[in-house]
């Protein structure tokens, strides 16, 4: 079961630190998975926002760059984003994905509404 919380609505630029709970996921494959946030806004298609590789390598699209941060705790198997700074733009459903061997395991999405 894979759980997201920590959405909402915020002004802009205020924060928000999203969390992605993989409930039951064996520790091998927590750490053995690269993980992404994605986010899809109304009319358009879902994009990546950012990852973490099993190696703890970061990668962001430009637009977030310096503003998000994307991290994990092993223990806790749960993945993280920090968002500061939002912008208008950043509102959207945001979705949290592992990815192991052949096997993606998605969260249900979560609303981040950035609006004054």
């Known amino acids: 079961q894979v759980v997201e919380s920590g959405g909402g609505l915020v002004e802009p630029g205020q924060s928000l630190t999203l969390s992605c709970k993989f409930s039951?996921?064996?520790?091998?494959?927590?750490?053995?998975?690269?993980m992404d946030w994605y986010r899809q806004a109304p009319g358009r298609q879902r994009e990546l926002v950012a990852s973490?590789?099993?190696?703890?390598?970061?990668n962001y699209i430009e637009q977030v760059k310096g503003r998000f941060t994307i991290s994990k705790d092993n223990v806790k198997r749960t993945l993280y984003l920090q968002m500061n700074s939002l912008k208008p733009d950043d509102t959207a459903v945001y979705f949290c994905?592992?990815?192991?061997?052949?096997?993606?395991?998605w969260g249900q999405g979560i609303q981040v509404t950035v609006s004054s």
């Open positions: 994905k592992a990815g192991y061997d052949t096997r993606d395991y």
């Open positions: 039951g996921m064996i520790l091998s494959v927590f750490t053995g998975s690269t």
């Open positions: 973490i590789s099993t190696g703890r390598s970061t």
